[in-house]
């Protein structure tokens, strides 16, 4: 053993302390900002396949998959329809997720069109006028206080000031990819 070996490992030792000691300094002096997880099916999510996902501004991120889950960063609460459950949600695969101006998510299904009432903690449907009935809602997009959709009525609307659905002269759309806002007044 050479005379410059218990010096380079001292050296070494005074270096991993340092490294260790500015580690600690950083943590101390930088706030916890952000936290990062990875969320998958074993560790978090209840299921793997998700067909849209959005945040309120809550905070909240809701995602569509077999029924619909409302994640607040720590915990999940599942609104189905399994099991009676009453969360007034009618189907459970959802098509899509949007978040209104008003902060309502409005959730769009293979049966219809709802929003969530945070007062009643369900998911309300909007007022149909008729015997006409939504049997599905998908592609949403909102513009000018008002939400669209794909359903079995063909492009149809909801008022946002009033919850109240309308329908348009455009009675047949098929296999649409989606619903695209070309200017302010041309869907």
């Known amino acids: 053993m050479s ?3 218990p010096i380079n490992i001292l050296l070494l030792c005074l270096l991993l302390t ?3 000691l500015i580690g600690f300094a950083q943590e101390a002096l930088l706030p916890n900002v952000s936290r990062f997880e990875n969320f998958n099916g074993r560790n978090h999510l ?20 077999n029924g619909l ?22 189907d459970n ?6 978040v209104d101006d008003s902060n309502r998510v409005w959730v769009g299904t293979a049966r219809d069109i709802s929003y969530y009432n945070r007062q009643q903690n369900r998911f309300v449907q909007p007022y149909l006028d008729g015997p006409k009935k ?16 794909i359903s079995n009525l063909g492009l149809t609307g909801v008022d946002l000031n009033t919850t109240k659905v309308f329908t348009t002269s455009i009675r047949q759309v098929f296999d649409p990819t989606g619903i695209f806002l070309l200017n302010d007044t041309t869907l």
């Open 46 to 65: 209840l299921n793997v396949y998700i067909q849209s996902v959005t945040r309120d501004k809550q905070g909240y991120v809701w995602s569509g998959c």
């Open 69 to 90: 889950v409302r994640f607040d960063g720590y915990q999940y609460t599942q609104f189905t329809n399994f099991n009676n459950q009453h969360h007034g949600l009618q």
């Open 93 to 98: 695969y959802i098509d899509e997720i949007i």
């Open 3 to 5: 005379a410059r070996t």
């Open 134 to 149: 939504i049997e599905y809602a998908f592609r949403l997009l909102l513009h000018n206080q008002k939400l669209w959709f």
């Open 18 to 20: 340092q490294w260790k």
